[in-house]
């Protein structure tokens, strides 16, 4: 799709407006997504939560995501727009990746990143890991959870025996705090499965698939005594975090939720959230 193309579409999808609201950004948005084409990059999916699912059309979805007020939950943040406009095609991509050189290069100068630590009380792992697993140490080592979990105060419990948080679990709630994503107040309703949980020498992990998310995976769980941490990965999109505890009925009741968008830094959703226990599972419908 050329630029002269996008330049056509967006007063179409936007109203004719826009070129005289947002006039300089058009033209910039227009530059970029041009590239992004041209150099066959996918922008990154935003589907973490009840986004929209694209035109899937690269230089249609960047440009018409560029031009948005939010347009930073999009991936187009000014540092990111810097970054796609000036690096090769070949390094495009990591303009979308927070845990990237060329990420940190345009958007990360100057910045200091606070690492996630421990709360005292906490019980030092024995398995040479930081935080009881070394998946979940990978995880909160990306600038984008590094960042959530601060500025969120959300409470990463440390530790490499967690009690067993297996079952099915009807998931919700309502959006507390945010940071270039929904709102306060938008509501989280889902619901999970947690089945096989078991400990590795790298940690212990448990089997989980979401409704209405096709496929299932496994997750590394940290924690110890009563409280736990689940880390939920979504390759190239993000990573939810449930911190809670388990009741003397060995259910969960109530946990703490971090989403984290990790095409950026500073794109993060925190709720707290009930916990219903709806029996048993290994599959989800």
């Known amino acids: 799709m050329t630029k002269r193309l996008l330049l056509l579409v967006l007063p179409l999808a936007f109203g004719c407006d826009i070129l005289t609201e947002k006039a300089d950004e058009i033209f910039e948005c227009a530059d970029v997504c041009t590239r992004v084409e041209e150099c066959g ?9 009840s986004f929209s699912d694209g035109s899937g059309i690269e230089a249609l979805d960047c440009a018409a995501n560029c031009v948005q007020d939010d347009r930073a939950l999009y991936g187009y943040s000014d540092c990111q727009i810097e970054c796609l406009a000036n690096t090769e095609c070949d390094q495009m991509a990591d303009c979308w990746k927070a845990k990237s050189d060329t990420y940190a290069e345009y958007c990360l100068k100057d910045r200091e990143i606070p690492p996630v630590e421990p709360d005292p009380e906490d019980p030092e792992p024995q398995n ?16 984008s959870s590094e960042v959530a979990v601060d500025e969120s105060d959300f409470d990463v419990n440390f530790g490499d025996d967690p009690p067993d948080i297996t079952g099915l679990y009807r998931v919700k709630g309502e959006i507390d705090e945010s940071s270039n994503a929904r709102p306060p107040g938008s509501i989280i309703d889902t619901t999970v499965c947690f089945w096989d949980q078991k400990p590795l020498s790298s940690g212990t992990e448990t089997s989980y698939c979401e409704y209405n998310i096709p496929g299932d995976a496994t997750a590394p769980v940290t924690g110890s005594g009563d409280e736990f941490t689940i ?25 703490e939720t971090l989403v984290v968008l990790t095409h950026a830094v500073d794109v993060w959703e925190h709720s707290v959230t009930a916990w219903e226990h709806q029996g048993e599972c290994n599959v989800c419908e």
Do not use: N, Q
């Open 128 to 143: 040479d890991t930081k935080s009881g697993s070394k998946d979940a140490d990978d995880l909160l080592e990306d600038p």
């Open 41 to 49: 990059v996918e922008p990154p999916p935003v589907t973490l939560g």
């Open 231 to 255: 880390f939920l990965e979504y390759p190239d999109i993000g990573t939810l975090l449930f911190s809670g505890r388990v009741g003397p009925d060995g259910t969960i009741a109530e946990a």
